[in-house]
Every structure is written in C-alpha cells, then in structure tokens.
Nanobody, 120 residues
C-alpha cells in the first residue's frame, strides 16, 4: 500500500512563492504518474499539475507559467513550485499518484492535504 505525505504549505502574500513536497512511502512500483490537485471550499477538486513517467507534464490553465511540477524518482518525491501566487490560489493542496498506470488514468492515491493561504 502506498502512502503520500505533503509538506510545505503555509501563508504567503500575493506575488510570493511556496514549494510543496510529496513524499511517497510503501509500495510505489507501477506508479508512474504524479501530480497535484487543489480544493477550494464549496468547489470540486481541481487538478493543478501532473508529470508522467516519461517527463510529460500538464498544467491547469489557471497556473500555467506560474507553477512548476518536478520529481525525484530515486527519492520518491515530487514537488510543486508555486510562484507569483494569487489570492485565488488559496486552497487545500493534495498530492496524488496513479497506482497501476500512467497519467491517462485518474489519480487513485491521495495525500492528506496541506493548506495554502495567499493574502492580498
């Protein structure tokens, strides 16, 4: 069984930066897609970014040019560098992976979430 643990959330002013980390533990074989999603109160969970085994990356339009996803396979960690943060980026951020496939499948393993607050 795979577990994911996020770190790096917090509070920042608009225009600032934060870096989220997601450490995987347990069974991670056959888990080729890593990513991040966020949830704003009263709204559904939104995928923010994903990176596949071959390095293919996709971003939500709302974060393109501001957020960067990366990974370190050897350490079983993936990251989300968030720059030029805006108040509308305030949300609970979840790291996620696809166990048993690539990024053409839905995320099926989730972290516990970390709060990001961006003040104006």
């Amino acid at each position: 069984q795979m577990q994911l643990a996020e770190s790096g959330g917090g509070s920042v002013q608009a225009g600032g930066s934060l870096r989220l980390s997601c450490q995987a533990s347990g069974y991670t074989y056959s888990s080729y897609c890593m990513g991040w999603a966020r949830q704003i109160p009263g709204k559904g969970r939104e995928e923010v970014a994903a990176i596949d085994d071959d390095g293919t990356i996709r971003y939500a339009d709302s974060v393109k040019g501001r957020f960067t996803i990366s990974k370190d396979n050897a350490k079983k960690i993936h990251y989300l560098q968030m720059d030029s943060l805006r108040p509308e980026d305030t949300a609970v951020y979840y790291c996620a992976r696809v166990l048993g496939g690539y990024c053409d499948k839905d995320f099926n393993v989730w972290g516990q979430g970390t709060q990001v607050n961006v003040s104006s």
